[in-house]
């Protein structure tokens, strides 16, 4: 299951996905469907602890991370993540 996929399948849901990158061709060409933020002064970055990429967060309702993992995973990880804090 791809990004898309997982954006299709819990689209019912109220939750959202975000990315923070920097501007490139991949997320231009593949009409990435959720936001992409821009951490240009890399705020995000030092709030989170990011020490390298990929890196993941879950975050809660409240904006409290839940989960943090680094590393690539499979997007059926993502949905029972995100389907355990709705």
Known sequence: MRPNSLTQSLAPKSWVLSTIVSPSRFVRERNVPYDVLLDLRFTATKQY???SLPMIFILDRNG???NRTLGQVE???LEKAVLNLL
């Open 64 to 66: 409290i991370v839940r």
């Open 49 to 51: 602890g990011v020490v």
């Open 75 to 77: 997007i059926g990880y």
